[in-house]
């Protein structure tokens, strides 16, 4: 089982910045990759950023640019550093594991092939 915890939301005025954080807990040795989402209210979930276990990244092209997803392999956390936000980027943000043996890399955008969701963090960004 895997745990996923996210921190580090909050309001901030568009331009701004926030990073965020998903805290990885459980049995990892067999996951493939891991990835953000968000939702905002009345969408569907998409995808915002991948990050393969060899260090490989990802980026819906409406955050290339500005967002940049990392991850601390040691303290096991994945972050989302988010750069000149825009009240477009109003959401809950979730961050998601894909763990194996099989690894689909191909479907990265896919919310369905990750089995494990942190909460979310809401994010607020105003003008």
């Known amino acids: 089982q895997v745990h996923l915890a996210e921190s580090g939301g909050g309001s901030v005025q568009a331009g701004g910045s926030l990073r965020l954080s998903c805290t990885v807990s459980?049995?990892?040795?067999?996951?493939?990759?891991m990835a953000w989402f968000r939702q905002a209210p009345g969408k569907d979930r998409e995808v915002v950023a991948f990050?393969?276990?060899?260090?490989?990244?990802k980026y819906a092209e409406y955050v290339k640019g500005r967002f940049a997803i990392s991850q601390d392999n040691a303290k096991k956390v994945l972050y989302l550093q988010m750069n000149s936000l825009s009240r477009e980027d109003t959401a809950m943000y979730y961050c998601?594991?894909?763990?194996?043996?099989?690894?689909?890399?191909?479907?990265?955008?896919?919310?369905?092939?990750?089995?494990?969701w942190g909460q979310g963090t809401q994010v607020t960004v105003s003008s």
């Open positions: 998601a594991a894909r763990s194996g043996p099989i690894c689909p890399y191909t479907s990265w955008t896919n919310q369905w092939v990750y089995g494990y």
């Open positions: 459980g049995y990892t040795n067999s996951q493939c990759y």
């Open positions: 990050i393969g276990s060899g260090g490989t990244t």
